[in-house]
């Protein structure tokens, strides 16, 4: 595709409901990003993937979050258990190969919790 | 723990003026600086990226200028339009191996309105 894709673009989610994320990252990008961005705040890392091997995950709040890319191409972020804290745009982000190159960025799901 | 600082906030101007947005950064061991913009509702769109060894990077309207020793860049914007009206993001990628030199640290942003 054209660019970075993200699934759902909205979703309202019961506190307490699992929740998955999906992101279609651009084709043949090796590395690929969630972040995490609050109403009126910057993005917040969240975990980093290169191909399928995930070499960060230093950023995900709690252990209700999990992502995973398992053929190194479509990631999957899931979020069990939501809380209302969980509520903000989720983005993910893709880029070329590895670190010091520009990352492209889908639109995001805004996620929230009532 | 890198931070990321921008000012100001909000800022609105008319049609036609040059401005200046400003990102400062706590820790100046950075790979390089990059300048986004956002949309309401919509994801980032990357402006510029400024290598740490460069001082500063130009495309068309923008110019983005990077002081590494004293953690600052600037943002540029010459003959402001309304299609500006946006929110500006800096971030910094940190130096360090492949795993953890990936994460962006982002700023808070500046929103800007320009009007006609």
């Known amino acids: 595709g054209a660019g970075v894709s993200q699934s759902p673009r909205y979703k309202v989610a019961k506190r307490g409901q699992d929740v998955a994320l999906r992101c279609d990252p651009i084709s043949g990008h090796v590395s690929l990003f969630w972040y995490q961005q609050a109403l009126g705040q910057g993005p917040e890392f969240l975990t980093y993937f290169q191909n399928e091997a995930q070499l960060d995950k230093s950023g995900l709040p709690s252990d209700r979050f999990f992502a995973e890319r398992p053929e190194g191409s479509v990631s999957t972020l899931k979020i069990q258990r939501t809380q209302q804290e969980d509520s903000a745009v989720y983005l993910c982000a893709s880029s070329l190969m590895t670190a010091g190159e520009t990352q492209y960025f889908g639109p995001g799901t805004r996620l929230l919790v009532l | ?14 049609e036609g003026e040059n401005l200046v947005l400003n990102c400062s950064f706590t820790d100046s061991a950075i790979y390089n600086l990059q300048w986004f913009r956002q949309d309401p509702g919509k994801g980032l769109t990357s402006l510029l990226l400024i290598q740490s060894s460069q001082r500063e990077q130009t495309s068309g309207r923008l110019n983005a200028s990077l002081d590494k020793s004293s953690g600052r860049s600037t943002l540029y914007i010459a003959a402001s339009q309304p299609g500006d009206s946006a929110t500006y993001l800096c971030a910094v990628r940190p130096l360090g191996n492949t795993g953890t030199a990936s994460k962006l640290t982002f700023g808070t942003g500046t929103r800007l309105q320009v009007t006609l």
């Open chain 2, 1 to 14: 723990k890198q931070e990321v600082t921008q000012i100001p906030a909000a800022l609105s101007v008319p």
